[in-house]
């Protein structure tokens, strides 16, 4: 059986040799082989050892990524064992060390198959992976965040395990982060702050109430922006709903701008103008602001508040829930690509959210190849993570969002 011949751009090899002033038998001598031997690697007949790839890569002063032809950020696990010089008996070793008797004892045959897309069945859980990735990163030399990555391209569907887990601790962190904000504050910046956190709260009602009706609501960027005041006589305009409740607990007067950006200096608002028009004014100048989620997290923590349909540890906000209780009820056949909209698919379905960070892996959009149309259709679909979600915690659910029927759902686990 012929040798697999490991990602090599030969033709890279022999345009960096010669901008090195280097004959092959000079590169040879350098990383231990014939001239007869870096031909072979220049005619793409055989691909230089993990090791030689990095003599070689010293040798013309340029990097392993160049020499094999894999842009960096696209590194596959074998990749990152190749560029770090190491064979599998290499890093066989070294992971056996460095891993706990529980995982089991590392094998060539365990390496291989992960390098090749297999799921090794010992390595299955987040615990395994949160003891695998950071060994890994420290033998190949590479941050955790570069395995983690090359990790989820070849196991999408393991991108829920990948995650980090929202503790208690860190969701403490973040309250008391808040606290000691809003004791900072003066009175008048607490109460400009929660009137644009009440008509933030709407807005979002107002959004979620869209979906639910099944009408896409926009990107968020848009309807959380507030109008906070237009710039002209309240005797053509009135006053913006922000203004009311201000006006309502005496505190608007013509000092508010000082205030918003006191606010936004502490990134716990984002301030913008655009226009509006006012007849019969034309258009005049309007104060737009937005909550960040520092704001948010300020807020609720100073008047002791928690999120509306917050989800505690693991669990999925409302809003992931009825999503993926939706596609669930869809069963085999699956829910058209067009059925879902906005962010969701984003943070569950199988690939990177925006951002680069990692999703769930619960749902995936899938060709069907029953569906009798000459133009291939793609249909969303649970994975075998999301309905081991559903699994696990139809229970926490139920008692956490009373109002989401998702029976049917949780019938169809059986058949999954």
């Not at 990152?80 to 890093?91: Q, T």
């Not at 897309?117 to 390595?123: L, P």
Request: hydrophobic share 40%; proline share 5%; charged share 25%.
């Amino acid at each position: 059986m012929p040798r697999r011949i490991e990602p090599f751009a030969a033709g890279s090899l022999v345009l960096l040799r010669r901008k090195a002033g280097l004959t092959q038998a000079q590169l040879g001598a350098a990383i231990g082989v014939s001239a007869r031997q870096i031909a072979s690697y220049e005619q793409g007949a055989h691909a230089p050892s993990p090791r030689r790839l990095r003599l070689m890569a010293r040798a013309l002063r340029t990097s392993a990524h160049e020499l094999a032809g894999v842009p960096a950020g696209e590194e596959s696990l074998a990749d990152l064992r190749r560029f770090a010089g190491l064979d599998r008996v290499d890093v066989v070793a070294l992971l056996d060390a460095a891993l706990s008797d529980e995982l089991g004892r590392v094998t060539e045959w365990k390496l291989q198959a992960m390098e090749n897309g297999r799921a090794v069945t010992a390595w299955l859980s987040r615990e395994a992976l949160q003891e695998i990735i950071p060994a890994l990163a420290k033998i190949y030399r590479v941050p955790v965040r570069t395995v983690r990555r090359s990790w989820f391209r070849s196991f999408p569907e393991q991108g829920y395990l990948l995650r980090a887990p929202r503790t208690a601790g860190r969701e403490q962190g973040q309250r008391r982060a808040g606290s000691r904000t809003w004791e900072e504050l003066t009175r008048r910046q607490r109460a400009y702050l929660v009137a644009c956190f009440r008509e933030d709260q709407q807005a979002e009602k107002r959004a979620g109430g869209s979906r639910a009706a099944g009408h896409a609501p926009g990107r968020a960027v848009q309807w959380r922006r507030i109008p906070f005041t237009v710039r002209a006589d309240p005797a053509f305009t009135g006053y913006t709903r922000v203004q009311e409740r201000l006006r309502a607990e005496g505190w608007h007067d013509a000092g508010a701008g000082a205030t918003l950006h006191a606010l936004a200096r502490r990134d716990l608002l984002r301030v913008s103008e655009d226009e509006v028009e006012v007849f019969p004014l034309g258009f005049v100048p309007r104060v737009v602001v937005e909550m960040t989620r520092a704001g948010r997290a300020c807020v609720r923590a100073g008047l002791k508040e928690r999120p509306v349909g917050h989800a505690p540890g693991d669990l999925l906000s409302q809003w992931l829930w009825t999503v993926l209780v939706t596609v669930a009820e869809a069963g085999e056949a699956g829910l058209a690509e067009d059925a879902l909209w906005g962010r969701a698919k984003f943070y569950l379905g199988t690939g990177y959210r925006p951002g680069g960070a990692l999703s769930r892996g619960f749902i995936d959009c899938l060709p069907d190849e029953g569906d009798g149309h000459q133009e291939r259709v793609y249909r969303w679909v649970v994975t075998a993570a999301g309905w081991d979600h559903i699994r696990h915690h139809a229970a926490d659910y139920r008692e956490l969002y009373p109002g989401i029927a998702a029976d049917t759902a949780v019938e169809r686990v059986s058949e999954n």
